[in-house]
């Protein structure tokens, strides 16, 4: 079959791999007919990782059962499915209570809890940018969709950015009337808007300085806060009444940048401090990585961030941080989908085959204009 394959920095390329196997009695194989590019898959694409060369790479997938293994009886071939991004047993101590996202048992690398597909440090497991993926733990972890090809490009975002949009305004412990502000206007920044907005937030700022990325965000009703034109927080300071946001979303991760093209690792998770008032929730989805000494860069060989600890300290604020359980959510943002209450589509920029994956990378990496969201159909 086909797949999309890392070779190296800023290097992709579609090759024929084997075919994935039942390996596991609780095992399924996943026809894709949707599979995503993720900005967390720029992280080994432009060589910051571990990953190996050859690996398949992928967690955003969705599809049809294909095949089940013997020990599977809730899903069925034929059923079409989205397929979280975690890997997860069902059965640790961390499944039992939700945590899907640090599953104890399905990451084999010490010290590591929690596994997805395709992905750096997170397993053996291959990626869904390919023609088939197989998924561990079937019945535990995939979520059935409605049959037929309806809301194909809005059901896509149930693997992965529409929870974990979802998540960072739990982490960040948002209520309905919240003034809300967002950092980062890529697909999981817009998605945590969206979701802020879905939640009942009284305002919700967005900070980018990608125009398209913020005409978006204006789009569902946010309000765009270009950080290239003035002092973030400041911004929303002063747009607040000097008082700051009710709780806040970090969605850019830690290669954040000042504009000038400079990575200031700490500078978003400073000005979340500054701009959310004091008591107030902080929820960090954007990612940073843990000491990996096989890493190229030294943030993460070492993962280690030094922010403005002692005013996140004197405000009295909390913050939540990590991958997202995409199992906790993504049944309710289906259904809020079915409903029409939820239409995460909206970001969608680029539908490509899977032939032109090489392409997808490299343009929405360089964050060309217009290039929000690439869904890539197999
Ligand atoms: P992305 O990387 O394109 O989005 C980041 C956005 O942040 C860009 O639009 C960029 O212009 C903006 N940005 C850069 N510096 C900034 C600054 N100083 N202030 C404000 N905005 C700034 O893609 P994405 O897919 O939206 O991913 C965002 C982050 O979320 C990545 O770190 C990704 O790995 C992470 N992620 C986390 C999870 C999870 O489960 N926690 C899941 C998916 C993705
Ligand atoms: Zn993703």
Same mark, same amino acid.
């Given at each position: 079959?086909?797949?999309?394959?890392?070779?190296?920095?800023r290097k992709?390329?579609?090759?024929?791999?084997?075919?994935?196997?039942?390996?596991?009695?609780?095992?399924?194989?996943?026809?894709?007919t949707?599979?995503?590019?993720c900005?967390?898959?720029?992280?080994?694409?432009?060589?910051?990782?571990?990953?190996e060369?050859?690996?398949?790479?992928?967690?955003?997938?969705?599809?049809i059962?294909?095949?089940? @293994?013997?020990?599977?009886?809730?899903?069925?071939?034929?059923?079409?499915?989205?397929?979280?991004?975690?890997?997860?047993?069902?059965?640790?101590?961390?499944?039992?209570? @939700?945590?899907?996202? !640090?599953?104890?048992?399905?990451?084999?690398?010490?010290?590591?809890?929690?596994?997805?597909?395709?992905?750096?440090?997170?397993?053996?497991?291959?990626?869904?940018?390919?023609?088939?993926?197989?998924? $561990?733990?079937?019945?535990?972890?995939?979520l059935?969709?409605?049959? /037929?090809?309806?809301?194909?490009?809005?059901?896509?975002?149930?693997?992965?950015?529409?929870?974990?949009?979802?998540?960072?305004?739990?982490?960040?412990?948002?209520?309905?009337?919240?003034? =809300? =502000?967002?950092?980062g206007?890529?697909?999981?920044?817009?998605?945590?808007?969206?979701?802020?907005?879905?939640?009942?937030?009284?305002? =919700? !700022?967005?900070?980018?300085?990608?125009?398209?990325?913020?005409?978006?965000? @204006?789009?569902?009703g946010?309000? $765009?806060?270009d !950080?290239?034109?003035?002092?973030?927080?400041?911004?929303?300071?002063?747009?607040?009444?000097?008082?700051?946001?009710?709780?806040?979303?970090?969605?850019?991760?830690?290669?954040?940048?000042?504009?000038?093209?400079?990575?200031?690792?700490?500078?978003?998770?400073?000005?979340?401090?500054?701009?959310?008032?004091?008591?107030? /929730?902080?929820?960090?989805?954007?990612?940073? =990585?843990?000491?990996?000494? @096989?890493?190229?860069?030294?943030?993460?060989?070492? /993962?280690?961030?030094?922010?403005?600890y002692?005013?996140?300290?004197?405000?009295?604020?909390?913050?939540?941080? /990590?991958?997202?359980?995409?199992?906790?959510?993504?049944?309710?943002?289906r259904?809020l989908?079915?409903?029409?209450?939820?239409?995460?589509?909206f970001?969608?920029s680029?539908?490509?085959?899977?032939?032109?994956?090489?392409?997808?990378?490299?343009?929405?990496?360089?964050?060309?204009?217009?290039?929000t969201?690439?869904?890539?159909?197999?």
């Open positions: 079959m086909k797949a999309v394959v890392y070779q190296g920095p992709v390329a579609v090759k024929d791999v084997a075919e994935p196997a039942i390996q596991a009695p609780t095992d399924a194989i996943v026809r894709l949707t599979t995503n590019i900005g967390s898959d720029l992280h080994m694409y432009e060589g910051r990782t571990s990953v060369e050859g690996k398949i790479l992928g967690h955003e997938n969705m599809g059962v294909e095949a089940v @293994g013997a020990g599977t009886d809730r899903v069925k071939v034929g059923d079409r499915v989205s397929v979280p991004f975690n890997i997860a047993c069902g059965s640790c101590r961390n499944c039992e209570s @939700g945590w899907t996202s !640090f599953c104890l048992r399905t990451n084999p690398i010490e010290g590591m809890d929690g596994a997805a597909y395709g992905y750096a440090n997170m397993g053996p497991y291959d990626g869904g940018q390919a023609e088939l993926l197989r998924v $561990p733990y079937a019945d535990f972890n995939l059935e969709l409605p049959q /037929g090809t309806e809301h194909e490009n809005d059901f896509t975002m149930l693997s992965d950015i529409f929870p974990t949009g979802w998540h960072g305004t739990e982490l960040a412990r948002m209520q309905p009337g919240d003034k =809300v =502000v967002v950092f206007a890529g697909p999981v920044g817009l998605m945590a808007a969206h979701s802020a907005m879905i939640r009942g937030a009284a305002e =919700v !700022f967005v900070v980018d300085k990608a125009k398209d990325r913020l005409d978006l965000a @204006g789009k569902i946010a309000t $765009p806060v !950080f290239s034109k003035a002092d973030p927080a400041q911004q929303i300071l002063d747009a607040t009444g000097g008082r700051g946001a009710d709780c806040g979303v970090e969605a850019v991760g830690y290669q954040a940048h000042d504009g000038t093209g400079q990575e200031h690792p700490e500078l978003v998770l400073d000005n979340l401090v500054k701009s959310v008032r004091s008591t107030g /929730g902080i929820g960090v989805v954007g990612v940073y =990585v843990p000491e990996d000494p @096989g890493a190229t860069s030294d943030l993460a060989k070492e /993962g280690r961030i030094a922010f403005q002692g005013t996140f300290f004197s405000k009295g604020q909390h913050m939540g941080t /990590g991958q997202a359980p995409v199992k906790r959510y993504n049944r309710r943002l259904d989908i079915i409903a029409g209450r939820a239409q995460p589509s970001l969608v680029h539908e490509l085959p899977l032939s032109q994956a090489a392409e997808g990378y490299e343009r929405f990496d360089k964050r060309e204009a217009g290039w969201k690439v869904l890539l159909k197999p």
